[in-house]
């Protein structure tokens, strides 16, 4: 319905403005594959990817000296 909808439209207009149209559709289509493929890159990774990478002190979970006042 859609499809049929700007077939109609787009047959009305002028054919350099069909032309504009078809600039449009082709920059639209363009910008959702950038889009698309950036989710894409995005969604790498996941549960584990940083493992090994980050160290902690062994002393982390040491009560702080700093805060002893507020015990």
């Known amino acids: ?3 049929t909808t700007i077939v109609e439209t787009l047959n009305q207009l002028p054919e350099s403005l069909q032309e504009e ?3 449009y559709a082709e920059f639209l289509a363009d910008r959702h594959q950038k889009s698309a493929s950036s989710v894409a890159i995005k969604r790498r990774g996941g549960l584990g990817a940083w493992k090994g ?3 902690m002190s ?3 979970d040491a009560p702080l000296d700093d ?3 507020y015990r």
């Open 58 to 60: 062994e002393d982390f």
């Open 67 to 69: 805060l002893q006042d």
């Open 21 to 23: 149209v078809l600039h």
């Open 1 to 3: 319905m859609l499809q």
């Open 53 to 55: 990478k980050i160290q």
